[in-house]
């Protein structure tokens, strides 16, 4: 059976008009952060390691200790938010895999490796992961403020003191405010990004 | 106004029901390529870098460069498969900024960076991209298998000399034959992955 491509408001809804709020309203239930879970959770990774953790900082408690991480001009429109993401990942993700691999010792493929190489196999999957969650966050009918612009060695000793757990990148979610986007920036041609060979 | 969720089916259809596919039907065209591209390109990366290069392999002689850098269990069912994507990254991502950025010196954030900063910068927002590709072919209607095991070094070495290109992750696409996927591993539970703060 071949499957069709979505309709053309999917499309839209997904990648085509999506785009990066700067400002958002509503509130993010419980509830709603189990199904975007339960959405994000099924996305492919290396050996189905899925390294990604996720913080969902929405308390005033958990604002302060995100705050004075930002880069200025990302500290109003995230203090503001409904929730913010913190996307990391865990080096010790190899812990997991005798139940996320439970059919061979997937863990000595991974845990004589170096710091350096977790890391890279970390990052990878965990960014993998971060895409899932803002296109399932679209999926959902939310809209997403990814963001790099912060400091991770203070996010890691704020949130994952004591941990082999690192902040990978951020994301503001919530119902985004049409007057807070920019006027999409330029993309790169097919030629410029892409070969065929 | 607050948009919904995606009907069931296009939820299955890109998180719920799709699957890792380890033989393909079917061709891929150039203009599904372009189809591909024109949907993944409006994915968000950090200052609009875009940093994603895309090789489509497709051709017997660029199979014959790709087979020998591909782990054992991942040579035959790529060589078999009717295209394989290398997303890979180019370290000299911010030389297109004024293009992505136009408003203000996006290239200066980043052309002073260390080597180790940029391969950060560059494999977090490549892999974004990668997961964005993975999730638009979906939504066209193709199927796919992301890989890691193959050397990187090697599909650099043929695929990428004297720039500063390298490889991040394959992925096979096509038309999915069910027969080839195999029972779907367990996922982390939310409170293995998540914390709400």
Redesign the interface.
Known sequence: M??????AP??D????Q?R?YNAFT?AIS?QT??QL????????T?S?S?P????????P??KA?LGPTLDQGNHDKTMAAPLTVIVAYDLAFFD?LP????HTDAKSWFDGKSEADLT??A???S??????M???AR???L??G?M?GFDNAKVDAA?FAGTRIHS??LINLG?GDPASIFPR????G?D??????
Do not use: W
Request: aromatic share 12%; charged share 20%.
């Open positions: 071949t499957r069709s491509a979505l309709d999917a499309l809804q997904m990648f085509l999506a990066t509503g419980d952060l189990h879970y339960d959405v994000v959770k099924f996305g492919p290396t189905n899925c990604a953790r996720f913080v969902f900082v929405r308390s408690e958990a200790k997991k139940l996320l691999f439970p890279t196999i990052l990878r999957n960014s993998l992961q971060g895409a899932y803002i296109l399932a999926a959902l009918g809209d997403c990814p790099s949130f990978n990148f119902q920036s330029p993309r790169l097919f410029e990004a892409c070969r065929i060979e």
